[in-house]
């Protein structure tokens, strides 16, 4: 069973747009959720990092979110650019790294 | 900014070969990782290096995958005995001490094809 769900699977933006990605979860306890960035053929980018104390976390454009009650975090992007397609993956920390599955971001002009 | 490189880009490789897939880790880092990405699929964690040692493994670590840290620069993965199941790219990762908060960096990958 997915212990991570994100959604939507992909999506389509126009730049300048703003959009919000889900992540919904069911490991527990864990000792922070993250949130990364890959781009197409490349090793992911790390964007944020999320202890259980923490309800809102922001890189630039990027604002992460948790709610540990409903088990659920949210990522932001603000004004999209060209440069933020991308696949934005949810990953839990229980002393390794686990990778969601990702919500492809494209950005067109 | 300081990076994680791997090397070679892009490996090809006959069923049955042994390939050594090479990485430099950040400088100052102490904890090392091997991630796999089969063509789109999730990533999908190997293994964990500390202190010349492996921390933690997956299930998909098994008997054909090593680790080394040769000479206190490169971090290598052999596949002993490749399989066409064995084909992905292959993420090296590092991070400093303060592992569970720090974030982790990736290379950007080794493609193996295994034909």
């Known amino acids: 069973k997915n212990q991570v769900e994100q959604s939507p699977q992909s999506l389509i933006i126009l730049e300048g747009k703003n959009c919000t990605l889900q992540c919904n979860y069911t490991v527990s306890p864990f000792s922070n959720l993250r949130w990364y960035k890959q781009d197409t053929g490349r090793g992911p980018v790390s964007l944020t990092i999320m202890t259980f104390s923490e309800n809102t976390k922001s890189n630039g454009r990027y604002t992460a979110t948790l709610d540990a009650d409903t088990k659920q975090s949210s990522l932001h992007i603000t004004a999209s650019q060209l440069s933020d397609s991308a696949s934005y993956i949810c990953?839990?920390?229980?002393?390794?790294?686990?990778f969601g599955a990702g919500t492809t971001v494209t950005v067109r002009a | 900014e300081p990076e994680v490189t791997q090397t070679p880009s892009h490996q090809v490789t006959q069923m049955g070969q042994e390939v050594i897939l090479r990485c430099v880790p950040i400088s100052n880092h102490l904890y090392f990782y091997w991630y796999r990405q089969i063509l789109g699929q999730k990533v999908e964690f190997l293994v964990s290096?500390?202190?010349?040692?492996?921390?933690?493994k997956s299930e998909i670590f098994d008997d054909q995958f090593s680790v080394e840290r040769p000479d206190g620069s490169n971090f290598t993965l052999k596949i002993r005995s490749t399989k066409l199941e064995d084909s992905a790219m292959y993420f090296c990762?590092?991070?400093?001490?303060?592992?569970?908060?720090?974030?982790?960096?990736f290379g950007n990958g080794t493609r193996l094809t295994v034909t």
């Open positions: 990953v839990w920390n229980d002393y390794k790294l686990s």
């Open positions: 990762a590092s991070s400093s001490p303060g592992q569970y908060n720090s974030p982790l960096h």
């Open positions: 290096f500390y202190n010349n040692e492996i921390s933690e």
